[in-house]
């Protein structure tokens, strides 16, 4: 019987620097889409995957995400007066149990995995995911990580969530070598960090979803700098390949590279277009603008 996922690490500790100057003074996982920060849309999806802790990895000028995942009192006091309730209502919805955030710095930017080991000891022994906020992933049914949980259930492990991308693409991206697929899911045999062009062992590439045991943590604390003078969790999954099983799960769904400008100025839209209260007016104005 595989242990419940119970946490969930948030990578924010990045500078946001192809967002200045929207980002000098703001967290770039507070920007919004539609009406929700980048950073609620990650833990709204882990909520629904019954995650029940939440662990923020920050760095300095991350305050707003503190605050954002807490009590406004003042706030909270002038809507109950002016009787707005549904607003009220917003709000208590947006915020995890009393106990559940934890908020941990990464003093240094070196990398995801790092990031990573950085949650180690709120983490302990347990199985755990990592959910990578400027990753939006925008599902029909099920969220992508309630869908990877449903694989862990049945396989244990460690699970990635992956998405196929055109071959001259592929070297932008953490990329697997697979075995035979039981549908949508994937013995991961290998692992690449941004393979030179036409190396690449396959077409699936790693989207910005973990399911990790906690033998990551002391891999994590052995591993070099890797690509990028960066100590990449990619390379620790590699040894954990070693002793462990690994599996890709090629999820329903679209994502949205939000932190690009083009993919977060898409997700806005795409998540517009699905609200029923704004579906036909955002139709109306991009045709017009079109």
């Not at 662990?55 to 991350?62: A, E, L, P, Q, Y």
């Not at 009590?71 to 309730?85: F, H």
């Not at 995995?113 to 180690?120: I, K, T």
């Not at 692992?191 to 396959?202: D, F, L, R």
Request: overall charge negative; hydrophobic content about 45%.
């Amino acid at each position: 019987m595989t242990a419940r996922v119970r946490k969930a690490v948030f990578p924010v500790a990045g500078l946001g620097t192809r967002f200045l100057p929207a980002t000098k003074a703001m967290p770039k996982e507070m920007l919004t889409v539609v009406d929700r920060p980048l950073i609620q849309h990650g833990v709204d999806e882990a909520c629904a995957a019954g995650i029940e802790h939440f662990i923020f990895v920050t760095g300095r000028n991350k305050g707003a995400i503190e605050d954002h995942f807490d009590m406004q009192p003042e706030l909270e006091g002038t809507l109950r007066a002016r009787g707005k309730t549904a607003e009220l209502k917003l709000l208590s919805e947006a915020l995890p149990e009393a106990g559940s955030a934890s908020f941990v710095r990464q003093q240094a930017p070196l990398g995801l995995g790092h990031a990573v080991w950085c949650a180690r000891d709120i983490v302990g022994d347990e199985p755990f995911a990592v959910v990578l906020p400027d990753v939006l992933v925008q599902s029909p049914g099920k969220g992508c990580l309630a869908q990877m949980l449903d694989v862990y259930d049945k396989h244990g492990g460690n699970i990635l969530a992956v998405e196929p991308v055109p071959d001259d693409e592929l070297k932008s991206y953490g990329v697997v070598a697979v075995g035979d697929a039981d549908r949508n899911v994937f013995p991961v045999t290998g692992m690449v960090e941004k393979p030179a062009p036409g190396t690449a062992p396959s077409n699936l590439t790693i989207l910005g979803r973990y399911v990790l045991q906690p033998e990551i943590f002391g891999l994590l604390g052995e591993q070099e700098k890797g690509a990028g003078g960066e100590i990449q969790l990619t390379d620790s999954m590699l040894a954990l390949l070693k002793s462990q099983s690994v599996y890709a799960v090629e999820y329903e769904g679209r994502a949205f590279d939000c932190g690009s400008k083009v993919g977060f100025l898409a997700a806005n839209v795409a998540f517009a277009l699905e609200r029923p209260d704004l579906r036909d007016a955002v139709a109306v104005e991009i045709k017009k603008l079109i």
